[in-house]
């Protein structure tokens, strides 16, 4: 059983102390909460790496097989957009274009490179 | 006393936080700024890729002086693209350009093998046969005269090789060799007149000089040099009036040697392209590794000479071995192999190719003339002991342009730098 000292004295914060500290506390917090709001939203989203991933690894096919061709592709929820365009009318050289996009049709990342055309 | 001092806690508090929030500031700047510098850097590298192609895919003459352009005609796509000539292949020098970023590479460039003109053996139609005696090997396709193929009985020994004579198919040549390409061997004349100011000797036990830079060049003169205990590579060219002697101790890295006439000695490593007017001598256990070129081109009249190429016993060649002669004269060019010499890659004798025994061609021949010495006997149109394997060559190689069984088609020889 605890037995209490009634001679002892605790001694409690004022009124005015506590409010300020409540008020200092939250402003910390909301600021802390902001900052981290900020670098979450400014960081670099893994959604970006992966569709810059893919795009390279269309691209590393896309020259594999020469290809000249416009395609449409559906991979991992993005919607790869393949663009060939002739390269300064040497027809040897074609412009590949790659954009991906998410499901809500954002443009999420984009790669262009010259190839060589297989005959 | 218990105290209460919750301001104080709660600046202890915030201080944490504080820092907390910081530590999240600092490692977001420190990703997004590393992963802006590996985009760029991919961005740069797709930007020389593709320079690379457009070198890959122009004509040998395409940016010979140098060009920067903007790829896409976008902001950070700027490339400068530059060719430059060396000896038997191209040299391709690709940079790309972002604010203060810079990638460059430097390539070797070499054609693809046409496979329908593509022979072990390819011999002129001197209006008499080819003779196989001995343990003769013929595989792959063979240009033949018009006479034929046929066993012979000769220096004691029989026909021991395959009853059909060639592995592959026969085809019936021409009285001359398919020509050897004409703006190449313009372009080879260029750097063999080669007007430009260089130094007159080798004062360095090693020059390495990037194809970023300048060529540099070394004017040996009149006087008969020998390279010796010296290391030289990259965009070096040696050129002499005379007699160049290269020593077992120098190491020579795809870098070109012009001569009147140029000697090799015993044991020798290296890749180099050696080209002459007189002759060249490879002596014996000597090895050269891919790319390596030995050459004899003659673009002037040369009366009573016969320039040569002599390749002593137990030699390795990989790469190519041609005879160029403007003006026919009475006295004819000589491509003479030792005995055990083994030869990766092609020959293009112009007129005539002498064997001795057991000689190994791993790849082609163009032959004008075929000759088998053995002591001091000479047969014309016999091969002894020879073996022309055309499968043994390996799948990646590459020919020069100056070839004629040289497709259209590029492709990257070597890479030479990078950053």
Redesign the interface.
């Known amino acids: 059983m605890v037995r209490i000292k009634l001679n ?6 004022t009124m005015l ?2 409010i ?2 409540m008020v ?2 939250l402003v ?2 909301v ?2 909460m902001m ?2 709001t900020n ?1 979450l939203k ?3 989203s893994t959604k970006k ?1 992966r569709a ?1 991933a893919l795009l ?1 690894g269309f ?1 590393l096919n896309a020259e594999r097989a020469g290809a000249n061709s416009n395609q449409l592709f559906t991979v991992d929820g993005f919607r790869i957009q393949q663009e060939a365009s002739p ?1 300064k009318n ?1 027809s ?2 074609t ?1 590949i274009q790659l954009t991906a996009y998410d499901q809500n049709q954002q443009k999420v990342a984009e ?6 055309v297989q005959p | ?7 104080y ?3 202890i ?2 201080l944490v ?2 820092i ?2 910081s530590a ?2 600092v490692a ?1 700047y420190f ?2 700024n590393e ?1 802006q510098k590996k ?1 760029r850097y ?1 961005r740069l590298e ?1 930007n020389v ?2 320079g690379i ?2 070198l ?2 122009g004509a040998d003459t395409s940016n010979s002086a140098g060009s920067v352009f903007s ?2 005609n976008n902001d950070a ?1 700027s490339v400068s693209l530059k060719r430059l000539s060396w000896g038997l292949y191209d040299v391709g020098i690709v940079k790309a350009f972002d604010q203060k970023d810079t990638l460059y590479k430097t390539l070797m460039i070499g054609h693809t093998v046409d496979s329908s003109k593509w022979a072990a053996l390819y011999m002129a139609d001197r209006e008499y046969p080819l003779s196989l005696s001995g343990k003769t090997i013929i595989k792959g396709n063979a240009w033949l005269p018009k006479s034929g193929i046929t066993e012979a009985y000769i220096d004691n020994k029989a026909y021991e090789g395959d009853k059909g004579l060639v592995i592959g198919h026969k085809y019936t040549s021409d009285k001359n060799l398919p020509p050897l390409d004409s703006n190449r061997l313009t372009q080879m004349a260029l750097l063999f007149s080669g007007k430009r100011p260089g130094d007159s000797s080798i004062n360095k036990d090693s020059i390495c000089n990037s194809f970023l830079s300048d060529t540099r060049v070394f004017n040996m003169g009149k006087k008969i040099d020998t390279l010796k205990s010296v290391t030289l590579a990259g965009n070096v060219i040696i050129r002499s009036d005379t007699t160049i002697l290269i020593d077992s101790s120098a190491t020579l890295d795809n870098v070109m040697v012009f001569a009147k006439s140029i000697f090799v000695k015993p044991g020798f490593h290296g890749k180099c392209q050696l080209y002459a007017t007189d002759s060249i001598g490879i002596s014996q256990k000597c090895q050269f590794t891919y790319p390596s070129c030995i050459g004899i081109v003659s673009y002037k009249p040369s009366p009573g000479l016969s320039p040569q190429i002599k390749i002593d016993s137990n030699t390795t060649f990989t790469g190519i071995i041609f005879t160029y002669k403007k003006y026919k004269g009475t006295n004819s060019t000589i491509i003479e192999i030792g005995k055990n010499v083994t030869i990766s890659g092609q020959i293009y004798a112009q007129e005539s190719l002498k064997f001795t025994d057991s000689s190994v061609i791993s790849g082609s021949v163009f032959a004008g003339d075929l000759l088998y010495k053995k002591d001091f006997k000479f047969f014309r149109g016999y091969l002894i002991d020879a073996h022309f394997n055309v499968n043994l060559l390996s799948p990646y190689y590459l020919t020069s342009g100056l070839i004629p069984v040289a497709a259209k088609k590029k492709k990257v020889l070597q890479w030479l730098e990078s950053n």
């Open positions: 002892s004295r605790v001694k409690a914060s102390e506590v300020i500290a200092v506390i910390v917090f600021i802390g900052i981290f670098v400014l960081s670099l790496i810059q390279g691209m390269y040497d040897d050289l412009t790669l262009k490179k010259i190839i060589i | 006393m218990l105290k209460a001092s919750a301001l806690i709660v600046i508090i915030a936080i504080g907390l929030c999240v500031i977001a990703y997004r992963y985009f991919d797709n890729s593709s192609n457009i890959l895919a790829l896409f796509d």
